[in-house]
Structure formats: structure tokens, C-alpha cells
């Protein structure tokens, strides 16, 4: 195949957005600035075939054809003249496989990806390139594996999400019928009131930073700032007055290496019946699972975890999800609480949902984009101070997206599970992924490999900790079992351990 380049002519060039500018600058060594995601294919994709998807649909996006350029005077995006499809994507081997068409049996194939994925998640992009790559593995479990890496100054998860779904069917037969947007579902209303405020809030973004700024060095200037800015104000005192989470073994000086992991798929109609039966949000029981699986692995660790409560930085949509394909970053960031302190399962999902409840009638994640907007234009020493400010206040962050619930086709091989991570920010090292699919919830973990070397340890315990969810939802009076610390122990004896 014949590389793919600009046309020719003045290559053109147009300024980034103040958000996306904010996440093209918070890249760090530590933490590089990438979504990176995963598509297992039931099927053996050809590269060919796979090049062929990507210069039809991915590129149709003008934007992947630029690269970013971040000068003093602001940051841009142009037309990167010399672009060649061959370089984004590339056919890769797993790590100690000589042989690609014999593969290596059960586990042992899923821990050469995952150690290849982490490779990759721990390697920036070329900065003189357009910031996005494809990996595909040609033999994986019988199909194929593919590994996406797009920078976040692109666009949000959501949007990227979309984008890589874009590359799909929901037929074998490419191009018969292209993935249609049933599965964009969002409280339209809801967000277009969401919409409508983020530029006002944006405006107030610079002044509130530097408010904001001027408060962690003298608190008492809180209360003029809320008498001065009103409800953004107010959000923002809340957010600069949370306490920096408490010290863990999931805090502390990050290394340039990360670790990932998946777990094994659980039934979405499961996850939807305990909602049902906990009077709570399918959302919900997965962070509380993933709050379970951490609290167990911290305690086998030695860990003291009695009422610690830790918190994850969450993404909120800001846009209707049918305006993805216009790119960019569109999201504010909210603070959710995670139980890892609590002994019972049921009460930690409803911290959970009372939390979240809380979180859905708070302007946050707008005075976070507000927030963003204004980090993306301000000095760096503003910038490293906010984003640590910031960053100190949550131990992870975490991101759940309901994908399609259909099976999918690229290039005519199914997709047989999906999985990505988003990028953590400042000091945080610990990053939580939910994706729904197919009737089927995927839960994933990357971890900077200082504080958490062995992510499958944690991972292996979500299905356990869920499996108590169901067993109690299933008793139907739970609230009686449970209500002694002591009932939590004749669980994890009584559901098989996947530590």
C-alpha cells in the first residue's frame, strides 16, 4: 500500500482549543498523555485489510492527519506534510513469541498482551508525528489483537471511544451496515443545560484559578471568592477544601512504567439485577466492586484500611455523545468517593450511589472544564501547581462507558472483547476502566508499576467481589444478613477466591 500524505499545497493549520491545549501540556514522563485501548478479534486480521478500515474511516477525522505544535505563543494543529499510514500502522509480535502462528496456550498468551500493552502504554508517541498509532498482534487466541494509542489533546474517551467504534459494523460484511448510534444514550435536556453553562463558566475559569491559587496559600480568602463568584465559587471552595486523600500504598513517587490488566467479562443483566435489587445505578455496583477489589488486595498487602475512604477522579460527558465526531475535549471531572474502608459490601454501594446522587446535582464537572480552559492558557508554573493541587486530591481516577450492546465486525472478524484506559493526570498512578459490550462488562486496571507491580492481583478479585453483590441481591433480605462486619466473613469463605 502506497503511504497516505496531505495533498499538496500550503499545509494548513488551526489553533487548539484552551482544553485540549491544557492536555497536550499535561503530558509528564510519568504519566504519558494517552488513551490507549484494545480490540480482541474472534478472527486473523491481514494488515492490509486493517490499513485499508483505518485510511476510509479513521483518517475521514481531517484531524488525525495533524500533528500538534505547542509553541510559547499557544499551541496549534498542522498538517504534518511527510504523514505515513505505514508508520501509525504497524504489525508488532508479542514479547518472547518466535513463532506467531503458535501461539501460546490459556493465561500465558493473555499475559505476553498484557505486558505488550503495558509496554506500550509506557512509551509516548513521537511528538514530531501526528500522536496516535495502531499495533495489531496478526495471531492472538486464534484471531487477532489490536492495540490503539491516541493522544488525549485529540479528544475525550468518550469521543475517541466512538471513534474507534466508528472503524466498525454491525455485520460481517464491511460497509453493509455501519454502527448506528442506538447506543448513544444520554438525557438530551440534561445536557444541553450542561452546554449552555460551560461558557459562562469558562469565562470565570481564569479568575477562578487565580482566586483559586491565591486561596491554597491563604485560606481566608475563601469566603470573599464565594461571596465574589457565586455558585462557581462555592464549587470550587468545595473542591480546593477536600483534603488530599490519606497515604496508601496506592500513593506515592511514580516511576515511567506502567502495568495493565483485564478481568474476565461479567453478565451485564447481572450487574443490571443487583441495581435493581440495591435501588441503584448499574454504575454504582461496578465502582463499588472495583472499591471491594481494592480494599481486598490493600489489606492481603498489610495494608490498614479501617475507614478509609479514597477517591477516583470520574469523567462527565458535557456534550451530546452525537457530536463526538466533532473531536476535541468535552468533559469536566468530578471527585467520587471509594469505600475502601468499608467492611460491607451492600453499604459500600450505597455510599456509592449517595455519593454519585450527590455529584449529579453539583456544577463540578463544569468548574472543572472551566478549570481546564484556563490551566491551558496559563504559565507552567500555575499549571504544575493546580494539576498537584488538583492530583493530590484523588487516588485514581475511573471511567465506566456503555458501549454497544451488539456484536460488532472490523474488517469483517468480531470483536470479541474490548477494553481501554484512559490516562492519569499529576501524581495520580492508579487508573480504573469499565466498558460495556455485547451483553458482556469488561473491567480493566493500569497502574504505574512503583505502587502497583502486580495490577492481576486486583483484577482477579472484581468477579468475587461482584459475585457477593449477586448472592446477596438474590437472598432478597440482605439488609438482616448484613449487618454485622462478621457476615462479610462467612462470604469470602463461602464464594471461590480469584486472589
Same mark, same amino acid.
Given at each position: 500500500m502506497t503511504n497516505t500524505?496531505?495533498?499538496? /499545497?500550503?499545509?494548513?493549520?488551526?489553533?487548539?482549543?484552551?482544553?485540549?491545549?491544557?492536555?497536550?501540556?499535561?503530558?509528564?514522563?510519568?504519566?504519558?498523555?494517552?488513551?490507549?485501548?484494545?480490540?480482541?478479534?474472534?478472527?486473523?486480521?491481514?494488515?492490509?485489510?486493517l490499513k485499508r478500515v483505518v485510511e476510509k474511516r479513521f483518517l475521514d477525522y481531517a484531524r488525525f492527519r495533524q500533528k500538534a505544535v505547542d509553541t510559547p505563543a499557544g499551541a496549534s494543529w498542522r498538517d504534518d506534510e511527510h504523514f505515513d499510514l505505514d508508520w501509525h500502522v504497524q504489525l508488532s509480535a508479542l514479547p518472547g513469541r518466535g513463532d506467531r502462528r503458535r501461539p501460546q496456550k490459556g493465561n500465558a498468551e493473555k499475559?505476553?498482551?498484557?505486558?505488550?500493552? !503495558? &509496554?506500550?502504554?509506557?512509551?509516548?508517541?513521537?511528538?514530531?508525528?501526528?500522536?496516535? &498509532?495502531?499495533?495489531?498482534?496478526?495471531?492472538? &487466541?486464534? /484471531? !487477532?489483537?489490536?492495540?490503539?494509542?491516541?493522544?488525549?489533546?485529540?479528544?475525550? /474517551?468518550?469521543?475517541?471511544?466512538?471513534?474507534?467504534?466508528?472503524?466498525?459494523?454491525?455485520?460481517?460484511?464491511?460497509?453493509?451496515?455501519?454502527l448506528a448510534k442506538t447506543w448513544l444514550k444520554q438525557d438530551g435536556d440534561k445536557v444541553a443545560r450542561r452546554v449552555g453553562a460551560v461558557e459562562r463558566y469558562t469565562k470565570l475559569g481564569g479568575k477562578m484559578l487565580e482566586k483559586g491559587m491565591e486561596m491554597y496559600r491563604d485560606p481566608t480568602l475563601a469566603a470573599m471568592l464565594a461571596k465574589e463568584g457565586g455558585e462557581i465559587a462555592r464549587e470550587l471552595v468545595h473542591a480546593l477544601a477536600l483534603p488530599d486523600d490519606p497515604p496508601s500504598m496506592l500513593r506515592g513517587k511514580l516511576g515511567i512504567a506502567k502495568r495493565v490488566a483485564w478481568a474476565e467479562p461479567l453478565d451485564l443483566d447481572d450487574v443490571k439485577a443487583v441495581g435493581?435489587? *440495591?435501588? *441503584?445505578?448499574?454504575?454504582?455496583?461496578?465502582?463499588a466492586a472495583a472499591a471491594g477489589a481494592l480494599r481486598d488486595y490493600m489489606i492481603e498487602r498489610g495494608e490498614n484500611v479501617d475507614g478509609m475512604t479514597l477517591r477516583a477522579t470520574v469523567p462527565v460527558n458535557l456534550r451530546p455523545l452525537e457530536h463526538a465526531k466533532k473531536l476535541g475535549n468535552h468533559f469536566g471531572l468530578v471527585f467520587l468517593d471509594l469505600p475502601v474502608g468499608e467492611a460491607n459490601p451492600i453499604r459500600r454501594v450505597e455510599h456509592v450511589a449517595e455519593c454519585m446522587n450527590q455529584l449529579k446535582n453539583s456544577r463540578q464537572a463544569i468548574v472543572a472544564f472551566g478549570l481546564l480552559a484556563a490551566l491551558g492558557m496559563a504559565p507552567q508554573p500555575m499549571q504544575e501547581l493546580a494539576l498537584e493541587l488538583?492530583?493530590?486530591?484523588?487516588?485514581?481516577?475511573?471511567?465506566?462507558?456503555? /458501549?454497544?450492546?451488539?456484536?460488532?465486525?472490523?474488517?469483517? *472478524?468480531?470483536?470479541?472483547?474490548?477494553?481501554?484506559?484512559?490516562?492519569?493526570?499529576?501524581?495520580?498512578?492508579?487508573?480504573?476502566?469499565?466498558? !460495556?459490550?455485547?451483553?458482556?462488562?469488561?473491567?480493566?486496571?493500569?497502574?504505574?508499576?512503583?505502587?502497583?507491580?502486580?495490577?492481576?492481583?486486583?483484577?482477579?478479585?472484581?468477579?468475587?467481589?461482584?459475585?457477593?453483590?449477586?448472592?446477596?441481591?438474590?437472598?432478597?433480605n440482605w439488609d438482616n444478613v448484613l449487618d454485622s462486619v462478621a457476615a462479610e466473613s462467612m462470604l469470602v469463605h463461602s464464594i471461590p477466591h480469584g486472589g
Open positions: 500524505k496531505v495533498p499538496r /499545497g500550503r499545509a494548513r493549520r488551526e489553533p487548539m482549543s484552551r482544553v485540549d491545549t491544557a492536555w497536550l501540556r499535561m503530558e509528564r514522563p510519568t504519566n504519558p498523555m494517552m488513551i490507549t485501548g484494545v480490540l480482541m478479534l474472534a478472527e486473523p486480521m491481514p494488515l492490509p485489510r499475559r505476553a498482551l498484557e505486558r505488550f500493552v !503495558s &509496554q506500550l502504554a509506557s512509551s509516548p508517541l513521537d511528538k514530531s508525528k501526528p500522536l496516535w &498509532q495502531f499495533h495489531l498482534i496478526e495471531h492472538y &487466541q486464534g /484471531g !487477532s489483537a489490536l492495540i490503539a494509542r491516541i493522544h488525549h489533546s485529540y479528544a475525550d /474517551g468518550i469521543a475517541l471511544v466512538q471513534v474507534l467504534l466508528s472503524l466498525t459494523d454491525t455485520a460481517r460484511e464491511p460497509g453493509k451496515a455501519e435493581r435489587a *440495591c435501588d *441503584c445505578t448499574v454504575n454504582d455496583v461496578l465502582m488538583f492530583s493530590r486530591k484523588a487516588t485514581a481516577v475511573a471511567t465506566n462507558v456503555p /458501549g454497544p450492546q451488539q456484536p460488532l465486525y472490523l474488517a469483517g *472478524c468480531m470483536v470479541r472483547e474490548m477494553m481501554f484506559w484512559v490516562p492519569q493526570t499529576g501524581s495520580i498512578g492508579v487508573g480504573v476502566s469499565i466498558l !460495556s459490550y455485547n451483553g458482556r462488562v469488561h473491567f480493566g486496571l493500569i497502574a504505574d508499576a512503583k505502587l502497583l507491580p502486580d495490577p492481576d492481583a486486583v483484577i482477579r478479585r472484581f468477579g468475587p467481589e461482584f459475585d457477593k453483590l449477586l448472592y446477596l441481591s438474590l437472598m432478597g
